[in-house]
């Protein structure tokens, strides 16, 4: 379980990965090298697993995003497993999740466009073992995307 302070630093770093040590303490009222062995020991234990730029899709030119619901035709692990190492594999999924109730997965993908969805389709999901149905669903318009945990600026 993680303490408040580890609580208001995660969402201070969530809500700007960019911001200085010098900052951070600042803004959270400690001194710099207690916010720095604050943020190594979350790295150590494995709760901050890295740092990333967050990129809008549309401006570096990736026009379509969907939402497929992939449903396996069997359950055994050869085929669990394949479909999960492939999946990762594919930089076009950007999340996959596996679910309960009418599918097995469910996948987030962005591709620049329609053409390059269907090729998508074609060339890699069509052709994965055991699959027994696949459903689209296009996002239209992103409400709330992100990778941010809920933790309060407290």
């Not at 234990?45 to 990129?55: E, M, P, R, S």
């Not at 035709?73 to 999960?84: K, L, N, Q």
Request: aromatic share 8%; charged share 30%; net charge neutral.
């Amino acid at each position: 379980m993680i303490e408040p302070p580890d609580e208001r630093l995660l969402a201070r770093l969530q809500g700007d990965g960019r911001a200085s040590n010098q900052e951070l303490a600042a803004s959270l009222g400690m001194s710099a090298s207690a916010c720095w062995r604050r943020i190594r020991a979350l790295e150590e234990a494995g709760v901050i697993q890295g740092y990333a730029a967050l990129v809008d899709r549309h401006k570096a030119g990736f026009g379509m995003a969907a939402i497929l619901h992939v449903s396996l035709e069997r359950h055994d692990t050869t085929f669990v497993e394949e479909f999960v190492r492939r999946v990762r594999d594919r930089p076009e999924v950007l999340e996959c999740f596996a679910t309960t109730g009418d599918a097995d997965y469910h996948l987030r993908v962005v591709v620049r466009d329609m053409e390059a969805y269907n090729r998508f389709l074609d060339a890699f999901v069509f052709r994965l073992p055991g699959i027994r149905h696949v459903r689209t669903n296009v996002i239209l318009r992103e409400i709330k995307s992100g990778v941010a945990l809920p933790f309060e600026a407290r």
